[in-house]
Each structure stands twice: as C-alpha cells, then as structure tokens.
C-alpha cells in the first residue's frame, strides 16, 4: 500500500501556466515531508517542509504542508519549459529514509 | 557543493556475474548513504540504508545476500549485485546526506542491464 499518494500522475501544461502538484498521505508519524526534482537522472533536491501552514518559496516554486488534512502541494508559477521533469514527494521517517511517491510527470510545452 | 557521483552510469553485464556500483560524496562526507532503485515510470524504492563503518540496514524485501552494500568510508559506499538475472535489470540510485538533516543529494544513477 502506498503510503505517498502524488497526483495528477502526469499533466501538460503550455508555458506561462500556472500548475499545482499534490502529494497526500496517510501516515502521520513522518518526520519531514520532501520535494524534489528528476529530470533525466539525479533528483534534485527542491523543498523541505516540517511544519503545518508554513509556505516555502524559491523563485517561481513555493510549497507548502497542511498537515490536519494530510497533504502538501508544489505550485509552480509562470512555467517554463524547463520546468518539464518529474516531481517527487517524499515522507521522511527515524532513521532519515525516504519512502517516495511516484511522481507527477510535468510536461510544459513551447 | 553537496555532489555526488556514481560509476559506472551505464553496465551491461551477462547473467550470472557480479557488478559493483560506486557511489562517493565527492566535496562532503557522507555519515549516512542509501541505495534505491527506479524502474520504468515507477518511484524510487529504498533497497537500503548504510551508515559508516556499519551493517546496512536492508529493506523488506531486499535479499543482502544479493546485493551486497560496503560503507568503508565517509565518502564511498559500493553496492555489489551478485549472481545478477535479467530481473536485476534496473536504474540504480544512491543518495547520501551528512548530519541530522533529512535532505540527500542524489547521485545521477546508474543503469544496469542484464543479459
């Protein structure tokens, strides 16, 4: 059973969109929840978020965690087209392993 | 800062052999490195965590006998997949981190095939 639920599973947007990703949960004995970014190989490293209602900015990415509901999303302003890659939600548990969800796939296209 | 390599990126190898994959923390060190695998359109699945100088902790699920996991130092971990099938074929990953954060850099991942 997935403990990491992230949707759309995949999305296509036109440049300058303005997109959301979802990641919901079921599990509340995380420590940190964590976003990244895969493009080809290596994810890169883009939020990490532990507290409830406390929204993280970087540029045109902010996120945030809501954690009465068991959610956070990615809000991805004005895109790009090198914005398109996966996006990866993570929980982060003792011990520091990451238990992933399977990605939004985000293609933005010219 | 904070970057991590693997070698090899891509290794084909036959059914039967064994192929070590290196992954260093290359300007940090790493007091805690983990090793993932990636197919096709899926997630990363943590196989498992090695700690310096320490047994890895294996996953449920992960035979340790085959896939063998070597933390010796602070900058290099060693997954060894012995006897490899064709079912071992996959995207292998490690990430590392330092310290109490839960943040880790990942290594841009290496392709096995098994023929």
């Known amino acids: 059973e997935d403990k990491v639920v992230q949707s759309p599973l995949s999305l296509v947007v036109h440049e300058g969109d303005t997109v959301t990703l979802n990641c919901s949960y079921e599990?509340?004995?995380?420590?940190?929840l964590l976003w990244y970014k895969q493009e080809k190989k290596a994810p890169t490293f883009l939020f990490m978020l532990?507290?409830?209602?406390i929204e993280k900015k970087s540029g045109r990415l902010s996120s945030i965690l809501d954690k009465k509901e068991l959610f956070s999303i990615l809000n991805i302003t004005a895109t790009q087209t090198g914005d398109s890659a996966v996006y990866l939600c993570?929980?982060?548990?003792?011990?520091?392993?990451?238990?992933f969800g399977k990605g939004t796939s985000l293609l933005v296209t010219p | 800062g904070a970057v991590v390599s693997q070698h090899p990126s891509r290794v084909i190898c036959k059914s039967g052999t064994s192929v070590k994959i290196e992954c260093r923390s290359l300007?940090?060190?790493?007091?805690?490195m983990f090793w993932y695998r990636q197919f096709p359109k899926k997630s990363l699945m943590l196989m498992a965590t090695?700690?310096?100088?320490?047994?890895?902790?294996?996953e449920q699920g992960v035979e340790k006998d085959k896939f063998l996991i070597n933390h010796a130092s602070l900058t290099l971990s060693t997954l060894t997949v012995t006897s490899a099938h064709p079912e071992d074929s996959s995207f292998y990953i490690c990430?590392?981190?330092?310290?109490?954060?839960?943040?880790?850099?990942f290594g841009p991942g290496t392709r096995l095939t098994v023929t």
């Open positions: 599990v509340t004995n995380f420590r940190s």
């Open positions: 090695s700690n310096e100088g320490s047994k890895a902790t294996y």
């Open positions: 990430s590392a981190k330092t310290g109490t954060t839960y943040e880790q850099y």
């Open positions: 532990t507290s409830s209602g």
């Open positions: 993570a929980l982060g548990f003792s011990g520091y392993a990451l238990n």
């Open positions: 300007d940090f060190q790493a007091t805690t």
